[in-house]
């Protein structure tokens, strides 16, 4: 009895460790660097883990959104590796800030130019993307993986609502409400208005301080007034105690 114990229990955790090291935890995602706003532009990252233990990820080839099309997309560079973007021509225009857009990015490649993502390590590729649409919630994104053995992985499988994530999802990038600061603008428009608030309390406070100047320099001229005013009338009063005392002095010697 102890025995098929303990031989049930070495199978539940020899299962377990099966589903934890299992390759569909770890699959291609997309993650934006601080926000994706609705109306927006941001940097997003394809995150790549390497699944293998005998090979490399030596190419990564990202699918945009075909229904909701991105303009612009500016990967950065990362060291050893090349990265090319495709556009495609649009069915229907892209109006961006007021301009009419024709194309729009249909697909990145990243290729590797050394060892690629050897096993063990994962590889992070920056794209800067947008305008983001305002009109739904998140873009799905089909990442194909390719290794050196020339395996290939294609994570294009779109995760539905309610249901178990499938074994190769797709990357999907969760879209947050819309700001007023799409571009920059509203942001520099705040600048403006707090330069322009400084300036005129600036300007407020010189207004009081040359109003207490003024002040200052009313009360000094006051002052200099009553000053003399007093300076005058002590000389008189001493004046008139002299005449008094030589006075009173003859009157009584003629006595």
Do not use: C
Not at 8 to 13: I, K, L, R, S, T
Not at 76 to 83: R, S
Not at 109 to 125: D, L, N
């Amino acid at each position: 009895m102890k025995a098929s114990r303990i031989a049930a229990v070495g199978a539940v955790a020899a299962s377990a460790v099966v589903v934890l090291s299992s390759p569909a935890l770890a699959h291609v995602s997309v993650q934006p660097e601080g926000a994706a706003a609705k109306g927006g532009y941001a940097t997003v990252n394809f995150k790549v883990p390497n699944e293998r233990d005998n090979a490399s990820t030596t190419k990564l080839e990202v699918t945009f959104p075909a229904d909701h099309p991105l303009s612009s997309a500016m990967p950065a560079p990362v060291p050893g590796w090349d990265a090319k973007v495709t556009k495609a021509e649009l069915d229907k225009p892209l109006e961006v800030h007021g301009n009419k857009v024709t194309e729009a990015v249909s697909k990145i490649t990243w290729t590797a130019t050394g060892k690629g993502v050897e096993p063990g390590f994962f590889q992070k590729f920056p794209v800067s993307v947008g305008a983001l649409p305002e009109d739904t919630d998140e873009l799905v994104f089909k990442a194909v993986q390719t290794y050196s053995n020339d395996e290939v992985v294609r994570w294009i499988e779109v995760p539905q609502e309610g249901e178990e994530e499938p074994e190769h999802p797709a990357p999907v990038l969760e879209l947050s409400a819309a700001e007023d600061d799409h571009h920059g603008s509203s942001g520099a428009e705040d600048a403006a208005e707090d330069d322009a608030a400084s300036a005129e309390e600036a300007s407020d406070d010189a207004s009081a301080a040359a109003a207490n100047t003024t002040a200052d320099s009313g009360d000094s001229d006051t002052s200099d007034t009553t000053a003399r005013v007093l300076g005058v009338v002590g000389i008189v009063v001493g004046a008139a105690g002299v005449a008094y005392g030589v006075l009173a002095g003859r009157r009584r010697g003629n006595a």
